[in-house]
């Protein structure tokens, strides 16, 4: 099984930083995307940031220009930069990685607990 740990959240003001780490202890398992996910209270969740093993990034509209998803080389961890964050950005974070099983084809989707990020107005 492959299992998500987050770090990082907490609450901040309006115009601030956080910055979100994840690692993924995946033995027998080739993580191939990792990213994050947002889900307000009464919203849908929504993906934030994905950055695949060959580094190219797909991000949400509205956090464009201010969050970076990141990978560090080599390594199952994935971390999301935030920047000049707002009320809107108030959520439950979670860390989200696609692997499968070595010498298999499918991929499966696997979650972290979910991290609390407060923007402060």
């Known amino acids: 099984q492959v299992q998500l740990v987050e770090s990082g959240g907490g609450l901040v003001q309006a115009g601030g930083f956080l910055r979100l780490s994840c690692a993924a202890s995946?033995?027998?398992?080739?993580?191939?995307?990792m990213g994050w996910y947002r889900q307000a209270p009464g919203k849908q969740r929504e993906l934030v940031g994905l950055?695949?093993?060959?580094?190219?990034?797909n991000y949400e509209d509205s956090v464009v220009g201010r969050f970076v998803v990141s990978r560090d080389p080599g390594k199952n961890t994935v971390h999301l930069q935030m920047g000049m964050l707002k009320s809107e950005d108030t959520a439950v974070y979670f860390c989200y990685a696609k692997a499968r099983r070595l010498g298999r084809s499918n991929v499966l989707e696997y979650w972290g607990q979910g991290t609390q990020v407060t923007v402060s107005s």
């Open positions: 950055v695949s093993n060959s580094g190219r990034t």
């Open positions: 995946a033995p027998g398992f080739i993580v191939d995307a």
